[in-house]
């Protein structure tokens, strides 16, 4: 009797359990949110990677693209060269090489460049002392600054990337080196030799 009553018990548990059916899992609910953002976050880190590639290759090739109506300057030395921009100058005047007017405008960028080549200096001796990698070579950095109409810093770019404290100390040296306001929009690409000392 016993056997029968084991075996009929015995026989409801694993009908019970085949009632049951598949089992399914649930995502917790946290988890599935901490995902979905992570997968934002890279998305937009793939984004932003893709953009400095495009910015580096422009620089690379001797300036950005310049948009619709805006005007690049690359400088040499002391020596100023519109490469780009529809033919004119910031001024919007047809000669490319543009007029007194935006000679003032390129002479001011020159003139912040030459008062920041101390602050420069600095970030990069900054960056010297947390990468001694780079103590043993000089760097021809190429330096991008795109202006607004209104002369205030829109973005800036350099290549090649010495380091993310380099590049942070730069761009907050770079966005005090602000200009009069101009008709067109304009990005000055600039070279400068940083050597260890």
């Given at each position: 009797m016993?056997?029968?009553?084991?075996?009929?018990?015995?026989?409801?548990?694993?009908?019970?359990?085949?009632?049951?059916?598949?089992?399914?899992?649930?995502?917790?609910?946290?988890?599935?949110?901490?995902?979905?953002?992570?997968?934002?976050?890279?998305?937009?880190?793939?984004?932003?990677?893709d953009?400095?590639?495009?910015?580096?290759?422009?620089?690379?090739?001797?300036?950005?693209?310049?948009?619709?109506g805006?005007?690049?300057?690359?400088?040499?030395?002391?020596?100023?060269?519109?490469?780009?921009?529809?033919?004119?100058?910031?001024?919007?005047?047809?000669?490319?090489?543009?007029?007194?007017?935006?000679?003032?405008?390129?002479?001011?960028?020159?003139?912040?460049?030459?008062s920041?080549?101390?602050?420069?200096?600095?970030?990069?001796?900054?960056?010297?002392?947390?990468?001694?990698?780079?103590?043993?070579?000089?760097?021809t950095?190429?330096?991008?600054?795109?202006?607004?109409?209104?002369?205030?810093?829109?973005?800036?770019?350099?290549?090649?990337?010495?380091?993310?404290?380099?590049?942070?100390?730069?761009?907050?040296v770079?966005?005090?080196?602000?200009?009069?306001?101009?008709?067109?929009?304009?990005?000055?690409?600039?070279?400068?030799?940083?050597?260890?000392?």
């Open positions: 016993r056997n029968i009553v084991a075996g009929a018990a015995l026989a409801m548990a694993l009908a019970s359990v085949g009632c049951k059916g598949k089992t399914v899992v649930k995502a917790d609910p946290q988890t599935k949110e901490s995902l979905d953002q992570c997968n934002e976050n890279l998305k937009a880190k793939v984004e932003y990677i953009k400095l590639n495009e910015q580096i290759l422009a620089l690379e090739s001797g300036g950005t693209n310049g948009g619709d805006e005007v690049v300057v690359t400088i040499e030395g002391e020596v100023m060269t519109i490469t780009s921009g529809k033919g004119n100058g910031p001024s919007g005047n047809k000669d490319p090489k543009g007029n007194a007017k935006d000679t003032e405008l390129y002479e001011a960028f020159v003139k912040r460049l030459k920041s080549r101390g602050a420069i200096k600095k970030c990069y001796q900054s960056a010297l002392k947390k990468n001694s990698a780079l103590s043993s070579k000089t760097v950095l190429n330096i991008g600054v795109s202006y607004k109409t209104s002369g205030k810093v829109q973005k800036t770019t350099f290549n090649p990337r010495v380091s993310d404290q380099f590049n942070q100390c730069m761009n907050s770079a966005t005090k080196w602000t200009l009069p306001g101009m008709p067109r929009p304009v990005t000055f690409n600039y070279k400068q030799t940083l050597t260890p000392e």
